[in-house]
């Protein structure tokens, strides 16, 4: 189905919802935790989810609208697509119950409470943007353009929101992520985007104050999610349901 015909479909079936900015989430399917409010309105690990995309072009633009589609993926998608989008979900999962991961969050205050996994997802971009060059043989900068050309040339599958994203993702929020201060200025504008109380902006803090041990963690995990993904994609990490 060409995706030009995705953005017309407006379906609430537990399978999708693309039309309009709005974003409806059977109740069945995910609880309205804080965690979802932040992947609503701001941007989490978009570089992380973007390096373990690998080359195929459509993979990798499912990875990258992972959050903005919601329920059932169902047969809404060209198949490869649709991949992405499952492998972006299946990532999710294996960081969250993963003990590194597990650990990361357990290292920031409990204070943040649900809001420390979000901190981890981003302070591992932090770590990925600083120490690219021990992960890729290509430019950080290089790899952002060639990768931005490809999300450019699937725009019309984009939801709509995420369309209105690409710019500021690419130009100004994925390069500052070498910077602590560029960490700081995401968590301010997810903060601003969450429409209840949160403790997000000057979360940088704990980055700081735990810098070597997240980096520790970050440094022994991304080898395992990259092994999770090779093998999702050589199709023995199962499907999605």
Known sequence: MPCEELLQ?????????????????PPETKTATVAQGVIRGGFVNFLAHLYLSGADP???VGNFMGDFVKGRVGDAY??????????????DTFAQVHPL???????????????????????????????WGEWSDEPLAVWLARVRLVVEGHRSCLPER???????????????????????????????????????AGGEEELVRHYEGLGDDFRRFLPEAREFVTAFLAGDAGTDS
């Open 9 to 25: 479909r407006r379906r609430f079936n537990g399978e999708i919802c693309l039309k309009s900015n709005e974003y409806l989430l």
């Open 162 to 200: 995420l369309q209105g994203f690409v710019a500021v993702l690419f130009e100004d929020l994925l390069p500052s992520y070498r910077e602590v201060a560029g960490i700081g200025r995401a968590l301010e504008r997810m903060s601003r985007r969450v429409r209840r109380p949160n403790p997000l």
């Open 101 to 131: 991961f597990r650990q990361s969050r357990q290292r920031l205050a409990n204070s943040y409470g649900l809001y420390r996994g979000v901190l981890v997802d981003l302070f591992y971009d932090h770590f990925l943007a600083r120490e």
């Open 58 to 60: 459509e993979i990798l």
């Open 78 to 91: 060209p198949p490869r697509l649709r991949d992405g989008i499952v492998l972006h979900r299946r990532i």
